[in-house]
């Protein structure tokens, strides 16, 4: 017998101590068997070859290398016979060798065996190596035997690459087992490391990630890369390059892997390297074989490189470096069997409604007919459009010829185009699509007319062209009512597409209410695919109920729209709408502070440059801001550089909020006439807003009379926005003092405060009473308290300097400011009400805002002589 058989092999130069393997190899007398089972070159023997050595100097090993003969049935004995050596070179003395019974051991010998070992006074190892045989093993049964009757003193290894025919289970549920497995031996990244370090390999840590990942741990993988980046200069660039065709790789797998696999095994594995993922159907599918299942079973208990894809999965994957080689040979040997492979698990795919994995091997077969068809039948245009080629179909079809002889395939270019932002391509692609339609005598799908008719809708959107987006989409909407509800619901991004477009043409129409209406169902369209166009839409609803003075709704809106963003890590350029909506809100609210935030936020110039939207949106709010501070001829600079030829305009409503914002500063400045200028260029009956203006202008002429009479029919219109209505009861109440009439300008004072409850503007209200208070009177403080819902001082009646709150405090800040007025530190607040401190914070702040106080000790003084809390000097 050979020696080298019984010897333990020699640590190799480049040994990684495993020390988190090494503890689970047998060291306790209740575990005496441990099995390493992994594919070739998983660092098996070496693994329980370095703890061998580790052993400490008298604990007796004996270590046999088995051959794939040993396990026939008439070399029964000889496999003794190398235990019986292996077990003298440990120092064991045993009786004399079997052989009297052919092909199988001497019973008598196996019973002299078990008991001279069971007599031992200390353990003895037993490493059997390769113990993995390809048929069945006699030997295996005997050995079972030995190891029930020598007790605690025989401690057995099996090393091999699939589980040897020893009972394991017995062992494993009595817990006399210790498994090391493939994924135990798979290096760790400090592993991995390591072993390029002794190499002299250096490796940033993305570039160590990356070939673990390629590698899957494997350790004959890692040494190989290692030998072929050794001495390299720029190793990561190099790493980059290597796959599992390179030489070194490619020779290991075939020669320990591929080749000792049958043929028809061998062509099994090349066909099935096509897939990435596969289940045995689909197996079953490609390469014709009806007994995948098995095959794929066998494969996996033999660590043939093929596994689950995951943990107790039925769909399995060829380990990253052994399919890149079957899939290299494949294309080498027979490439036009490969397009036809690919061609198959496309249309079994396709059938199974597995979009984005059939495009895929359609595109490998480079059927791109066959890959539109796919994307069109399976109704993910309006995906296409919304991830466009960042997304993993538009990545797939980035390479679609743009002359492809394919209705479909024209269909699939224009949404490309579209989601590139290049209109007039997308445009040739639609005229081209109904060209190949006419050709093929009107021969489409439901899927193709509702396709085309989505994409015609979102052209006329990016063309700007409304009035075509209005015309279009309640044919396109008929379309969907008409498709199947399974398709609508998986596809809900169609739907969602459409009503978005027709919502913005009629916010560019005019028609708020219909816009909002539309642009409100795209906010609770589901998450995913729609996310961004469901943040998009709820940005502009946002900005529409800010313009209709509804602050609340749209500090909402847009407080929503940016914490969606974050969730699905957007960019802030996805959210500047959003924060120019926060400014206005805070410039309605007095809160200079806050706007100037947001809008630093909104016009940060590494975003890129806004929308005209947003820009009309930022200079009407920094006009604003800007009035609120004083500077009132700044206001005016800002709005006369807003840009009005902006392509594509803003919407209509905008675009007059700029104009009456700027109209209105002029009245301010002194120059009505221009103010007048500016509202005759718009037709009659001027709107709500409009009308207004010109009702100041004429008052600021010196003609109130006129301006009261305009005023009229806009006062008495019904459903007025809050915001307008208070403009126009502001308007009044000025023109009333102009007349001298104190009870009309009370009354409209009245009107206005009521109208500024739902806007919150009621700033605007305090503003204009502090200048008429001369003319209404005193006792209209009371009447302004009492509407703002604010009780007067027990015993106190107010006077004409009194403090006015114009914002209601919520019933969240009455608590905090009741533990302001008890002098309890923000942290005691925070923990008595259940929140945070940087909510009782916010609350705190908003309530000085509220209170105009700059100090808590101030708001508690302030909320005392309003009534809001007791006073602690007057109980009662």
Not at 299 to 314: D, K
Not at 328 to 342: I, V
């Given at each position: 017998?050979?020696?080298?058989?019984?010897?333990?092999?020699?640590?190799?130069?480049?040994?990684?101590?495993?020390?988190?393997?090494?503890?689970?190899?047998?060291?306790?007398?209740?575990?005496?068997?441990?099995?390493?089972?992994?594919?070739?070159?998983?660092?098996?023997?070496?693994?329980?070859?370095?703890?061998?050595?580790?052993?400490?100097?008298?604990?007796?090993?004996?270590?046999?290398?088995?051959?794939?003969?040993?396990?026939?049935?008439?070399?029964?004995?000889?496999?003794?016979?190398?235990?019986?050596?292996?077990?003298?070179?440990?120092?064991?003395?045993?009786?004399?060798?079997?052989?009297?019974?052919?092909?199988?051991?001497?019973?008598?010998?196996?019973?002299?065996?078990?008991?001279?070992?069971?007599?031992?006074?200390?353990?003895?190892?037993?490493?059997?190596d390769g113990a993995s045989p390809a048929g069945e093993a006699p030997w295996a049964a005997e050995l079972e035997f030995v190891l029930r009757h020598a007790g605690p003193m025989l401690r057995l290894v099996l090393i091999g690459r699939w589980d040897p025919p020893v009972p394991l289970h017995r062992h494993r549920l009595a817990g006399r087992l210790a498994e090391i497995r493939t994924g135990d031996l798979a290096f760790t990244a400090a592993e991995a490391g390591e072993l390029l370090a002794l190499h002299g390999v250096e490796l940033s840590r993305t570039g160590l990630a990356a070939l673990l990942e390629?590698?899957?741990?494997?350790?004959?993988?890692?040494?190989?890369?290692?030998?072929?980046?050794?001495?390299?200069?720029?190793?990561?660039?190099?790493?980059?390059?290597?796959?599992?065709?390179?030489?070194?790789?490619?020779?290991?797998?075939?020669?320990?892997?591929?080749?000792?696999?049958?043929?028809?095994?061998?062509?099994?594995?090349?066909?099935?390297?096509?897939?990435?993922?596969?289940?045995?159907?689909?197996?079953?599918?490609?390469?014709?074989?009806?007994?995948?299942?098995?095959?794929?079973?066998?494969?996996?208990?033999?660590?043939?490189?093929?596994?689950?894809?995951?943990?107790?999965?039925?769909?399995?994957?060829?380990?990253?470096?052994?399919?890149?080689?079957?899939?290299?040979?494949?294309?080498?040997?027979?490439?036009?069997?490969?397009?036809?492979?690919?061609?198959?698990?496309?249309?079994?795919?396709?059938?199974?409604?597995?979009?984005?994995?059939?495009?895929?091997?359609?595109?490998?077969?480079?059927?791109?007919?066959?890959?539109?068809?796919?994307?069109?039948?399976?109704?993910?245009?309006?995906?296409?459009?919304?991830?466009?080629?960042?997304?993993?179909?538009?990545?797939?079809?980035?390479?679609?010829?743009?002359?492809?002889?394919?209705?479909?395939?024209?269909?699939?270019?224009?949404?490309?185009?579209?989601?590139?932002?290049?209109?007039?391509?997308?445009?040739?692609?639609?005229?081209?699509?109904?060209?190949?339609?006419?050709?093929?005598?009107?021969?489409?799908s439901q899927a193709l007319a509702l396709a085309d008719s989505i994409l015609n809708v979102l052209l006329a959107a990016a063309r700007a062209d409304h009035q075509q987006v209005l015309q279009l989409t309640p044919a396109t909407e008929q379309a969907l009512a008409r498709t199947p509800a399974e398709v609508t619901a998986a596809h809900q991004e169609l739907r969602a597409l459409t009503v978005a477009a027709r919502g913005l043409a009629h916010s560019q129409a005019g028609d708020l209410d219909a816009a909002a209406s539309c642009l409100a169902e795209v906010t609770v369209a589901p998450a995913g695919g729609?996310?961004?166009?469901?943040?998009?839409?709820?940005?502009?609803?946002?900005?529409?109920?800010?313009?209709?003075?509804?602050?609340?709704?749209?500090?909402?809106?847009?407080?929503?729209?940016?914490?969606?963003?974050?969730?699905?890590?957007?960019?802030?350029?996805?959210?500047?709408?959003?924060?120019?909506?926060?400014?206005?809100?805070?410039?309605?609210?007095?809160?200079?502070?806050?706007?100037?935030?947001?809008?630093?936020?909104?016009?940060?110039?590494?975003?890129g440059p806004p929308d005209p939207v947003a820009a009309a949106a930022v200079a009407l709010v920094q006009s604003r801001r800007l009035r609120l501070r004083g500077d009132s001829p700044g206001a005016l600079r800002v709005l006369e550089r807003a840009g009005t030829g902006a392509q594509p305009a803003p919407p209509e409503w905008l675009v007059r909020d700029l104009c009456v914002s700027r109209a209105r500063l002029l009245i301010g400045a002194g120059r009505p006439a221009e103010a007048l200028a500016a509202v005759a260029g718009y037709a009659r009956p001027y709107p709500p807003d409009v009308a207004v203006?010109?009702?100041?202008?004429?008052?600021?002429?010196?003609?109130?009379?006129?301006?009261?009479?305009?005023?009229?029919?806009?006062?008495?219109?019904?459903?007025?926005?809050?915001?307008?209505?208070?403009?126009?009861?502001?308007?009044?109440?000025?023109?009333?003092?102009?007349?001298?009439?104190?009870?009309?300008?009370?009354?409209?004072?009245?009107?206005?405060?009521?109208?500024?409850?739902?806007?919150?503007?009621?700033?605007?209200?305090?503003?204009?009473?502090?200048?008429?208070?001369?003319?209404?009177?005193?006792?209209?403080?009371?009447?302004?308290?009492?509407?703002?819902?604010?009780?007067?001082?027990?015993?106190?009646?107010?006077?004409?300097?009194?403090?006015?709150?114009?914002?209601?405090?919520?019933?969240?800040?009455?608590?905090?400011?009741?533990?302001?007025?008890?002098?309890?530190?923000?942290?005691?607040?925070?923990?008595?009400?259940?929140?945070?401190?940087?909510?009782?914070?916010?609350?705190?702040?908003?309530?000085?805002?509220?209170?105009?106080?700059?100090?808590?000790?101030?708001?508690?003084?302030?909320?005392?002589?309003?009534?809001?809390?007791?006073?602690?000097?007057?109980?009662?």
């Open positions: 017998m050979l020696p080298s058989r019984f010897a333990v092999p020699e640590q190799p130069l480049f040994l990684v101590p495993r020390p988190r393997l090494l503890d689970a190899l047998p060291d306790r007398d209740d575990r005496p068997v441990t099995l390493v089972v992994g594919p070739a070159g998983s660092g098996k023997t070496q693994l329980v070859a370095s703890w061998v050595h580790g052993l400490a100097p008298g604990v007796a090993v004996a270590w046999i290398t088995l051959d794939d003969d040993d396990d026939d049935d008439d070399r029964s004995s000889d496999f003794w016979a190398q235990v019986v050596t292996a077990l003298r070179r440990a120092g064991m003395a045993l009786p004399a060798d079997p052989g009297s019974v052919p092909g199988a051991a001497d019973r008598r010998f196996l019973i002299r065996l078990a008991a001279a070992l069971a007599l031992r006074p200390e353990p003895l190892v037993l490493v059997l390629h590698t899957e741990g494997w350790a004959a993988g890692l040494r190989l890369f290692a030998l072929a980046l050794q001495g390299q200069p720029d190793a990561d660039r190099l790493l980059a390059t290597m796959t599992g065709q390179d030489t070194g790789v490619a020779g290991y797998l075939t020669d320990e892997v591929l080749r000792v696999q049958p043929p028809d095994v061998q062509n099994f594995l090349l066909e099935t390297s096509v897939l990435d993922t596969f289940t045995p159907e689909l197996a079953e599918a490609v390469t014709g074989r009806a007994d995948a299942r098995r095959l794929l079973e066998h494969l996996q208990r033999r660590n043939a490189f093929v596994q689950p894809a995951t943990e107790h999965s039925t769909t399995y994957r060829f380990h990253r470096l052994f399919a890149e080689l079957l899939r290299a040979r494949l294309r080498y040997e027979n490439p036009l069997r490969a397009s036809a492979l690919h061609s198959h698990a496309a249309r079994w795919l396709a059938a199974r409604g597995r979009t984005v994995e059939a495009v895929g091997h359609a595109v490998q077969a480079r059927d791109w007919a066959a890959a539109a068809t796919i994307v069109v039948d399976h109704y993910a245009v309006g995906r296409l459009v919304i991830e466009g080629r960042h997304g993993r179909l538009g990545a797939l079809l980035a390479h679609l010829p743009e002359d492809c002889d394919s209705a479909e395939a024209a269909i699939v270019s224009a949404a490309l185009a579209l989601a590139d932002a290049a209109v007039d391509r997308c445009a040739l692609q639609l005229a081209r699509a109904q060209d190949l339609v006419i050709r093929r005598d009107w021969e489409y729609c996310a961004r166009l469901a943040i998009s839409s709820r940005q502009h609803l946002a900005l529409i109920e800010a313009h209709r003075g509804r602050l609340r709704q749209a500090e909402k809106l847009a407080t929503d729209a940016t914490g969606e963003a974050d969730r699905y890590g957007l960019t802030p350029a996805h959210t500047r709408l959003a924060r120019v909506v926060l400014a206005w809100v805070a410039v309605e609210r007095d809160d200079a502070e806050a706007a100037a935030h947001h809008l630093r936020a909104a016009e940060s110039e590494h975003l203006l010109h009702a100041e202008a004429l008052a600021a002429e010196g003609d109130p009379e006129r301006a009261a009479e305009l005023l009229t029919p806009v006062l008495d219109t019904a459903g007025l926005d809050p915001a307008i209505g208070v403009d126009a009861w502001l308007a009044r109440a000025r023109i009333a003092g102009q007349l001298g009439e104190a009870g009309q300008a009370r009354t409209a004072l009245q009107h206005a405060l009521r109208a500024a409850s739902a806007p919150g503007r009621r700033r605007d209200v305090a503003q204009v009473w502090a200048r008429l208070s001369g003319l209404v009177g005193a006792d209209f403080a009371e009447q302004t308290r009492a509407l703002t819902g604010a009780a007067t001082g027990a015993g106190r009646a107010p006077g004409a300097g009194d403090l006015v709150i114009v914002e209601a405090l919520s019933p969240r800040e009455m608590e905090v400011l009741q533990g302001m007025a008890a002098m309890l530190p923000t942290e005691e607040i925070a923990a008595t009400l259940y929140v945070s401190v940087n909510t009782v914070k916010t609350h705190v702040r908003s309530i000085l805002r509220k209170l105009s106080a700059a100090r808590r000790n101030e708001a508690v003084r302030r909320a005392r002589s309003l009534g809001l809390i007791p006073d602690v000097t007057h109980p009662g």
